[in-house]
C-alpha cells in the first residue's frame, strides 16, 4: 500500500467514520439551503472548508499553531449549530443573493476549528522530516475533499428525493433538517467537558 493510498484512506474515514458525525453534520447543515443547480457554489464552499481544514493541520503539524484541545472541542459543535441556526434564521431568502465574501470566510474559519480538531491525531500518526509531511498531508487533503463531496451528494440527493416524492417545500425541508442538526448539537454544546472544569 502507498504512502499516497493509506493518507488518503484516513482522509476519508476522517468524514465517513461513524464516531465522525460532527463532520458530517457540518456537511449536512452547510449543504441543505442548496440543490442540484447551485452544485458549483456547494462545491466552492465545501473546497473552502477543505482549505481551511488543510490550513490548520499545516500549522499544526509544522509548529506554527497550538490551539488547546478544550477550545477547539467546544468550537466545533458551536460550528455546527451555528450553521444550522442560520439555515434556519435565513428561511426563505434566496441562497443565489447571500454574500459569497462573506459565506466564504466563515466557512474557512469553520474549517480552520474542525482541521484544529484533528489536529493532534494527526501528528501522532506523521513522522519524519518536515518535507515528508507535505505529500501524507496532501494526500489526507484530497481523501478529505472526495469524501466531502460524497457526503455533499447524498445530502443533494436525498433532499431531492424528499422534496420531490412527499411534496415537501424546500423552505420546510431545510427547516426540518436544520432543526434536527441545532437539535442534535446543542446538547454537544451544552454538556462539554469545557464547561466541566
Given at each position: 500500500m502507498t504512502e499516497f493510498y493509506v493518507y488518503f484512506?484516513?482522509?476519508?474515514?476522517?468524514?465517513?467514520?461513524?464516531?465522525?458525525?460532527?463532520?458530517?453534520l457540518f456537511l449536512m447543515a452547510l449543504t441543505v439551503p442548496y440543490t442540484f443547480e447551485a452544485w458549483k457554489k456547494i462545491v466552492w464552499l465545501v473546497s473552502v472548508f477543505t482549505i481551511g481544514h488543510t490550513l490548520a493541520l499545516v500549522l499544526s503539524v509544522f509548529g506554527i499553531l497550538n490551539v488547546t484541545?478544550?477550545?477547539?472541542?467546544?468550537?466545533?459543535?458551536?460550528?455546527?449549530?451555528?450553521?444550522?441556526?442560520s439555515n434556519i434564521v435565513n428561511l426563505g431568502k434566496s441562497?443565489?443573493?447571500?454574500?459569497?465574501?462573506?459565506?466564504?470566510?466563515?466557512?474557512?474559519?469553520?474549517?480552520?476549528?474542525?482541521?484544529?480538531?484533528?489536529?493532534?491525531?494527526?501528528?501522532?500518526?506523521?513522522?519524519?522530516?518536515?518535507?515528508?509531511?507535505?505529500?501524507?498531508?496532501s494526500s489526507f487533503a484530497l481523501g478529505i475533499e472526495a469524501s466531502q463531496m460524497l457526503v455533499v451528494f447524498m445530502v443533494l440527493?436525498?433532499?431531492?428525493?424528499?422534496?420531490?416524492?412527499?411534496?415537501?417545500?424546500?423552505r420546510d425541508w431545510i427547516l426540518t433538517l436544520s432543526a434536527c442538526i441545532v437539535g442534535i448539537t446543542l446538547p454537544l454544546i451544552l454538556q462539554n467537558e469545557f464547561w466541566k472544569n
Open positions: 484512506q484516513i482522509g476519508l474515514q476522517h468524514v465517513l467514520n461513524i464516531n465522525a458525525y460532527d463532520h458530517v484541545a478544550r477550545w477547539i472541542e467546544l468550537l466545533i459543535p458551536i460550528t455546527i449549530w451555528l450553521t444550522a441556526f441562497t443565489k443573493n447571500s454574500s459569497n465574501h462573506y459565506l466564504t470566510m466563515v466557512t474557512l474559519f469553520f474549517g480552520i476549528v474542525h482541521g484544529l480538531g484533528f489536529s493532534n491525531y494527526f501528528k501522532s500518526i506523521l513522522g519524519g522530516t518536515t518535507v515528508s509531511k507535505i505529500a501524507p498531508l440527493l436525498v433532499g431531492y428525493c424528499v422534496q420531490t416524492l412527499t411534496k415537501l417545500s424546500k
